[in-house]
């Protein structure tokens, strides 16, 4: 099964409120995600849009391509490095909770990366950035628990 994806994150301030949104494509279906959370990054919205988006699929082995404006997504993928942070644990890599979740998940399909230019008239890159930054404006913000706890440790280390 042919999947397309396209995905973006926003984060007001950085850190700060952040969305993801995702518009994901198979044949003559569509489905739009986002949500919302009080204290993230950009970079986490960029990631956990994909994360998200991937999880939503029904069927295993799928065909996926994933169109996003994130360099830091795209080329942690496409140029391997997120397997040899694995292989080093992580050590000194932010997000790593959400690269986890994210080899966890990439592993059950074949997944293709695009990087488009954002704000730059696709209008299915458009349409995700609108979801993005709707959430992270939203009232009914999540919270982003992993990324709170660890900037608050690192806060009390400078206590």
């Known amino acids: 099964m042919q999947i397309?994806?396209?995905?973006?994150?926003?984060?007001?301030?950085?850190?700060g409120p952040g969305g993801y949104g995702a518009v994901m494509f198979s044949g003559v279906y569509r489905k739009e995600?986002?949500?919302?959370?009080?204290?993230?990054?950009?970079?986490?919205?960029?990631?956990?849009?994909?994360?998200?988006?991937?999880?939503?699929?029904?069927?295993?082995?799928?065909?996926?391509?994933?169109?996003?404006?994130?360099?830091?997504?795209?080329?942690?993928?496409?140029?391997?490095?997120?397997?040899?942070?694995?292989?080093?644990?992580?050590?000194?890599?932010?997000?790593s909770d959400l690269w986890i979740r994210f080899l966890k998940v990439s592993k059950e399909h074949k997944v293709k990366f695009s990087w488009v230019k954002g704000h730059a008239g696709n209008k299915e890159n458009e349409r995700c950035d609108e979801l993005a930054t709707k959430a992270a404006d939203g009232n009914k913000l999540l919270i982003d628990s992993f990324y709170e706890k660890e900037n608050r440790l690192k806060s009390n280390k400078l206590l």
Do not use: H
């Open 33 to 95: 995600l986002s949500a919302g959370y009080r204290l993230t990054t950009n970079n986490r919205m960029e990631l956990l849009a994909v994360i998200v988006a991937l999880e939503k699929l029904k069927f295993l082995n799928s065909d996926v391509k994933i169109f996003t404006d994130s360099k830091y997504v795209c080329e942690s993928v496409e140029k391997k490095w997120v397997y040899s942070w694995a292989l080093k644990g992580f050590q000194g890599k932010k997000n």
């Open 4 to 15: 397309t994806i396209y995905t973006d994150g926003s984060a007001r301030g950085n850190p």
